[in-house]
């Protein structure tokens, strides 16, 4: 499984960003997918996960703010980062669950600064 996302960059605070995350390859049986994020001295942590199905998870820091969404058909993950915020500036991985396998992408850059 491969793993190509897009969509980081800088934004001010209070605005948005979309990031997208394809999966191609072995891509049957990839059941949730989701971004994750690491800011300089902290640990990776999950922001949003969305199953096959439709079920999310949400991070507290980003319920309500960034809404995750999933086209089956095109197997890609989206993230709307709304009301970004400074403490939002991390580097975000797209992550895919395959049985016991995690597949990661190459990580954006997402940084909120005026």
């Known amino acids: 499984v491969q793993l190509q996302a897009s969509g980081g960059g800088l934004v001010q605070p209070g605005g948005s960003l979309r990031l997208s995350c394809a999966a191609s390859g072995s891509i049957f049986g990839i059941n949730a997918m989701g971004w994750y994020r690491q800011a300089p001295g902290k640990s990776r942590e999950l922001v949003a996960r969305i199953t096959r199905s439709g079920s999310t998870n949400y991070a507290d820091s980003v319920k309500g703010r960034f809404p995750i969404s999933r086209d089956n058909a095109k197997n890609t993950v989206y993230l709307q980062m709304n009301s970004l915020r400074p403490e939002d500036t991390a580097v975000y991985y797209c992550?895919?669950?395959?049985?016991?396998?995690?597949?990661w992408g190459k990580g954006t850059q997402v940084t909120v600064s005026s």
């Open positions: 992550n895919a669950e395959q049985g016991v396998m995690d597949y």
